[in-house]
């Protein structure tokens, strides 16, 4: 029989746990620490774990921490974006398929759950698996067994489980969108990552560190921020969390001329009269993408597949910029759709 999920392991070793801390998880705020303290401890069991949080607050970050430092941790992680799985194929995603299970099966094909034997299956955007991809989910969680599709044999899986979501999934189980069962199954150890907003002076250590960075990679001098900007960074309210951030000095680092990086809302937001074209173009581009995201899942009410149509994009496409620009899709599910002919 595979693996439960209940016995304990090895705590991880308080060196690898504070440099893997040090390289990746960045601040010290007492939101922050108490996630920290969180991840450590669960990376020392075998439990499913359900990461909660805004998009771009480190979800994905957290999850490897928790396979890394745990014993688990020179076995594969495999990520999944479930936001990116056709519902017709999520199954054989899964669970693998034999060799002429379907018209396109021409070869055997292990799933992500075999991949991840011995280690951690990390199911990102768990909230958009249709329904009976969660059924399917839901079997393989209780018995940690599975059969690929046109497979005759059950087969035992090893994995530790890692889900995470950013929206309230207990609301979508109440709305009927998300099986409670399955919020039940995934929700054993939660943890929810804090907002940017929400952690003080983190934003101006993680700032720092981007700029070190982003100049090293490119191999520029080292720039800096004024006191106007640190004071922007602190005052502004973040909806895309630490992901915003990074993008954000991910571009001024490339496109500013200066050795001290002046921030104003208006750079950050929009083009003044003093950017350069390359910046007034970047930044136009930008507004006019989370514009048209926004626009359109205000219009289909946060259903992406349909939004995805609408544009003419890839669904997976339509996913990044939701994420990029931390467009949480239930803050418009409860708008008014306008009748669209699709």
Known sequence: MANTGSESV???????????????????????????????????????????????????????????????????????????????????????????????????????????????????????????????????????????IGGQLVRGANVRVVASTNVDLALSAANGTFRPDLLFRLNILPITLPPLRDRGDDVAT?????????????????????ADSISFLRRHTWPGNVRELENLIH???????????????????????????REAKALAIAEFERRYVAALLARTRGNISLAARLAGKERSRLCKLVKKYGLERERFAGGQPIATAV
Request: glycine share 8%.
């Open 206 to 226: 993680l700032a720092e560190t981007f700029l070190r960075r982003f100049s090293r990679q490119y191999g520029q001098p080292l720039k800096s921020l004024d």
């Open 251 to 277: 571009r001024q680092v490339l496109l500013s001329d200066s050795p001290v990086i002046r921030l104003a809302p208006e750079r950050a937001g929009g083009a003044g009269a003093e950017s350069t074209f």
């Open 10 to 148: 090895a705590s991880p070793d308080d060196r690898s746990f504070a440099t893997y801390v040090q390289l990746n998880l960045i601040g010290e705020s007492p939101a922050f620490l108490q996630c920290l303290r969180l991840i450590r401890r669960m990376a020392a069991c075998d439990a499913t774990v359900l990461i909660q949080g805004e998009t771009g607050t480190g979800k994905e970050l957290a999850a490897r921490a928790i396979h890394y430092l745990g014993l688990r941790g020179s076995a594969p992680f495999i990520p999944v974006n479930c936001g990116a799985l056709p519902e017709s194929l999520v199954e054989s995603e899964l669970f693998g398929h034999a060799r002429g299970a379907f018209t396109d099966a021409r070869e055997a094909r292990a799933g992500v759950v075999a991949q991840a034997e011995s280690g951690t299956l990390f199911l990102d955007e768990v909230e958009a698996l249709g329904l009976h991809a969660q059924v399917a989910l839901l079997r393989f969680l209780q018995e940690r067994e599975y059969r690929p």
